[in-house]
């Protein structure tokens, strides 16, 4: 079956620096990839929409200078947290699609906390 | 606007059948999924449904869906302790060139007695 692939897991960074996280899709190509966050105990909330060769999709309340999205081809999208703070610690998921009807696969998700 | 809906929380005992349930409001909806997620991990897909269907069955796993009623439900006959999990509905709103965005319901807690 498809599978989409997280990394990494788990990171723990210091406030002010930067983290990227990486969404593959091993077994399919995804036109489209979705990122969101999730807080402990809640729904997840839909971020971004990342397009292969075009900008990213926010959704509104998103930072797009913050939460910098690059899906530079159509096994790979990264969400980039710029100047990590401790509100931003979450857990993030990203999720693929091949397009059109095919439902969506979802990453293990990254572990985000920021000290 | 787009809502879904879902209770918080199901108790059953090991062996007895679960069945979580779930309410959407956009009539425009194309599939009606239900993803599983273990503690400290992603969502794993556990089965789809189109709105042209009414039911859907995959070994344990039973959805039926009423759409006049905007409602979802998913059966898991013969709940096994490895089921323990948040259950999530989700509705994908058409939107042009793109059926993926998906929204979620708040998750169905299911713990497993056994």
């Not at chain 1, 990203?94 to 009807?101: D, E």
Request: proline fraction near 3%; charge should be neutral.
């Amino acid at each position: 079956g498809a599978v989409v692939s997280q990394h990494p897991s788990r990171v723990i960074c210091k406030s002010g620096t930067s983290v990227k996280i990486e969404c593959r899709s091993l077994d399919f190509q995804a036109t489209t990839m979705f990122w969101y966050r999730q807080f402990p105990k809640q729904s997840l909330m839909l971020m971004a929409t990342s397009n292969e060769g075009s900008k990213a999709t926010y959704e509104q309340g998103v930072e797009k200078d913050k939460f910098l999205i690059n899906h530079a081809s159509l096994t790979l999208s990264t969400l980039t947290v710029t100047s990590a703070h401790p509100e931003d610690s979450s857990f993030y998921i990203c999720s693929a699609s091949a397009g059109g009807s095919s439902p969506l696969h979802f990453g293990n998700g990254t572990r985000l906390t920021v000290t | 606007g787009e809502d879904v809906e879902q209770s918080l929380f199901l108790s059953v005992r090991e062996g007895d059948s679960s069945v979580i349930n779930c309410t959407y409001t956009d009539s425009s909806s194309t599939y009606l999924y239900w993803y599983k997620q273990e503690p400290g991990a992603g969502l794993q897909l556990l089965t789809y449904i189109f709105s042209n269907m009414d039911m859907k069955q995959d070994q344990r796993l039973t959805v039926l869906l009423n759409k006049k009623d905007k409602h979802l439900s998913l059966r898991i006959a013969d709940t096994q302790t490895g089921d323990s999990a948040i259950y999530f509905c989700a509705e994908s709103i058409r939107w042009p060139g793109n059926t993926g965005k998906l929204i979620f319901g708040q998750g169905t807690t299911l713990q497993v007695k056994p």
